[in-house]
DNA sequence: CGGCTCGGGTTGACGCTGTCAAGTCGTCGT
DNA sequence: ACGACGACTTGACAGCGTCAACCCGAGCCG
């Protein structure tokens, strides 16, 4: 019958770090809530890292998937910032899965290449609109250090502002989504 | 008179991180390492988080003191992008106290207020660099603007070359330094 | 000198955790 | 009819953070 254990086991950690942080996704915990015995979760998870890896990787799936909407839309010029601010979006929308998905040692890249192959498609999404606006005759150097640009400041902000002084200062609503407007356009306005 | 066990553990929790990570600090190997009881730490500490957020706080008074320092030497239009290297040479020479402070959950403010202290400290610095270089007559949003814009580039170069992708493909090394280079003049030559 | 407090530890216990090992039970294929 | 197997349970173990109680030597007070 419950096949969906495995669905509702991911449910339940998602909701148990939000709550109490990722310290507190405990195994037993999580099956007591999905009203099972504490060893039922080992069906479907190796162990405690399987499950947060499989976080971190619809993570970056979710997270692949907003950019390339974001980065279809709009004029080509746009895009890069449009793209950013997606980024950012997602950081605020989805802290849970932003802040597991940048903690490395959480989801070894070895044992899950699933969730390095996800955070790759993410970061083709950025590399192809840096290629498309940069055009082709700029050097692989200048290329990269493009790329690196972006990601950084949407990263940047996006990290200050659900873990860094940003955030302690600026609460979730509006004032906040002027802030990140008024930086990324500083930004692009150069 | 091992008044210095104090020093001992915050030395035995800081090597304890760097070789397995945060998970791998426990109270009870600290105070193996440092060859007493596993009660001796709560002498000095009140429990585990006193601990980390005592290295939080150091963390965020050396990387005020790195960014002060930074910010006095050089013409004072390069001011910025030297506080800004100086900003991800400190996350990659210091990448376990780096880790640690952006962890607000670890350091709770309210109970560590020497933590938010210090951390106000090096948010000072840039913004009087920032107000420096904008002149008086900018508005706050502005300015508020520009300090986020400075800092979230510094800091999504660090955690994306400590814990990103870039970090995976860009190993420690005079590259890596170059790419930095790059990123921030890339930055600056607007 | 005798006794007391007190800093700086120690030992022991508790409930919690992740995980290994083994058992149970219904359903399905042959 | 039966055996395999998937889905799950029960039980155990070591290690963890932390509470509580105890110990011991040095310093002061009478």
Redesign the pocket.
């Known amino acids: 019958?419950?096949?969906d254990?495995k669905a509702q086991v991911l449910e339940a950690s998602v909701r148990l770090i939000a709550e109490e942080g990722l310290a507190g996704?405990?195994?037993?915990?999580v099956?007591r809530r999905a009203?099972?015995?504490?060893?039922?979760p080992?069906?479907?998870f190796?162990?405690?890292?399987a499950i947060v890896a499989a976080l971190v990787e619809r993570g970056f799936t979710r997270l692949a998937d907003r950019l390339e909407a974001a980065s279809r839309e709009g004029l080509a010029s746009q895009r890069l910032a449009r793209t950013g601010r997606a980024y950012v979006a997602f950081a605020l929308d989805e802290p849970v899965y932003f802040r597991l998905m940048f903690r490395p040692e959480l989801a070894d890249r070895a044992r899950f290449p699933a969730v390095e192959a996800a955070g790759a498609r993410a970061l083709g999404v950025l590399r192809r609109l840096v290629d498309e606006s940069l055009g082709p005759r700029a050097t692989p150097a200048r290329r990269e250090a493009t790329v690196s640009m972006h990601w950084s400041l949407a990263h940047g902000l996006a990290t200050l502002l659900l873990d860094g002084p940003l955030g302690a200062s600026l609460a979730p609503g509006p004032a906040r989504d002027r802030h990140v407007d008024e930086v990324l356009r500083l930004f692009v306005e150069r």
């Open positions: 019958m419950s096949l254990l996704l405990s195994m037993r915990e099956a009203g099972v015995s504490h060893q039922a080992y069906h479907y190796d162990d405690k890292a």
